[in-house]
């Protein structure tokens, strides 16, 4: 991506490290993390294609601070379909599931 370090050749665009999150208020992202602002790791290629964000807008839950990037898609009326950019398993421990991981555990836990 465009403003990314150079040093690494990878033959496209790449997204590696933390990368802030703003999460839209009343949204499954909001209910799994308890914030509207968070810190996640990226290593990816691809991004979300702008040129459908506007027909896509209902469901974007999450997008960078600069407001470029989405982050974040959910369907607002199903118990967890959540999508993310970001590896939510590279900050997940036994001890300590993450946020995402523990909200898609308590939604299946409900639909019994």
């Given at each position: ?6 040093e ?80 939510p ?8 599931p ?15």
């Amino acid at each position: 991506m465009p403003g990314q370090n150079d040093e690494i050749a990878k033959g496209g665009t790449l997204r590696l490290g933390s990368y802030p999150c703003e999460i839209l208020p009343g949204t499954m992202m909001e209910k799994c993390y308890g914030s509207l602002s968070i810190n996640e790791r990226h290593r990816h290629r691809y991004e979300f294609n702008n040129t459908y964000r506007d027909q896509m807008k209902e469901i974007i839950s999450g997008l960078s601070p600069d407001n470029l990037l989405v982050e974040a898609i959910e369907i607002p009326d199903h118990p967890f379909f959540v999508g993310v950019q970001f590896h939510p398993e590279f900050k997940s421990r036994p001890d300590r599931p993450h946020p995402l991981f523990l909200g898609l555990v308590h939604a299946a836990c409900a639909g019994k």
